[in-house]
């Protein structure tokens, strides 16, 4: 076989399985039913993802939304996300505390952590969906550390959470 058309396959093959990978963690993808979802609040209403966790729907009280695990937790600390991207970039917060996420963007919001795409450095903060402006997601830190996060829709828009005792 040509030595240029066996190479111009394997950066082909190389291609697609990048593009692949990349792919799977797109908006739009469909989750397995045993993964737990986080609530996803869209212009201040708090909407269950799914009720596939087999935790009930509860509707929050005045002021507070509902934590992934059904906790009514209030947001101590908030963090917009603008066409601009993330802002503050960096908020510190003692660890327990529940960060508040706001699309005021007019593009799609799904906060993660890093790193893009695999979202690893702390499993577990993840908003499994993309939402429009309006739309909010709530994460409680336990851990102490310094967390990289990104919006998965735009994943060059970056933010840290920092997490104190």
Do not use: C
Not at 17 to 28: D, E, H, I, N, T
Not at 109 to 136: E, R, Y
Request: no cysteine; aromatic share 8%; proline share 7%.
């Amino acid at each position: 076989m040509n030595r240029k058309v066996l190479v111009g396959i394997i950066v082909l093959l190389a291609g697609l399985a990048v593009g692949w990978f990349v792919l799977q963690g797109a908006p739009g993808q469909t989750l397995p039913a045993a993964v737990p979802t986080p609530t996803v609040s869209q212009a201040g209403t708090s909407l269950p993802q799914d009720n596939t966790s087999g935790i009930p729907d509860v509707s929050p009280a005045a002021g507070e939304t509902m934590e992934k695990g059904g906790a009514p937790v209030i947001a101590a600390s908030a963090v917009a996300y603008t066409d601009s991207g993330f802002t503050p970039n960096t908020v510190t917060v003692k660890a327990g505390t529940a960060v508040r996420f706001t699309n005021q963007s007019n593009r799609g919001m799904w906060v993660a952590s890093g790193v893009h795409p695999t979202h690893q450095l702390l499993p577990g903060f993840d908003q499994l969906k993309s939402v429009a402006k309006g739309g909010t997601y709530d994460y409680t830190f336990a851990e102490v550390g310094k967390w990289q996060y990104h919006n998965h829709v735009n994943a060059t828009d970056l933010g840290y959470v920092v997490v104190t005792q």
